[in-house]
């Protein structure tokens, strides 16, 4: 079994960063594909990003490419998304999930199916 529990959320004005932290406990992070979904209200949830376990590869939404990167720390049990240039748009509530299945390729990685394990999420307020 695995607990994610995500953190750094707010409240902030477009044009600001955020740094998001999701931290895994009852198993190795370490063997874990990890990824970020988001979801607005009145929206399905969205792939955001996903990193492989050795941090070899990395994904991006087209809609964050460029603004967001994905990062994990192992020996921490920590995964991060730093947000820049946040927008109105990025506005969401913010979820970690974890798969011990790998990273092979966008199209799997896209998918909520594909992950084992969620947090509880974390609200990200972008302010115009």
């Known amino acids: 079994q695995v607990k994610l529990v995500e953190s750094g959320g707010g409240v902030v004005q477009a044009g600001a960063s955020l740094r998001l932290s999701c931290e895994a406990s009852?198993?190795?992070?370490?063997?874990?594909?990890m990824g970020w979904f988001r979801q607005a209200p009145g929206k399905e949830r969205e792939f955001v990003a996903a990193?492989?376990?050795?941090?070899?590869?990395?994904y991006n939404a087209d809609s964050v490419k460029g603004r967001f990167t994905i990062s994990r720390d192992n020996a921490k049990n920590t995964v991060y998304l730093q947000m820049n240039s946040l927008n109105h748009e990025d506005t969401a509530v913010y979820y970690c999930?974890?798969?011990?299945?790998?990273?092979?390729?966008?199209?799997?990685?896209?998918?909520?199916?594909?992950?084992?394990?969620w947090g509880q999420g974390t609200q990200v307020t972008v302010s115009s």
């Open positions: 009852g198993r190795i992070l370490s063997r874990l594909a």
């Open positions: 999930a974890a798969s011990p299945r790998g990273a092979p390729s966008m199209a799997v990685v896209v998918s909520i199916h594909h992950y084992d394990y």
């Open positions: 990193i492989s376990w050795s941090a070899d590869m990395t």
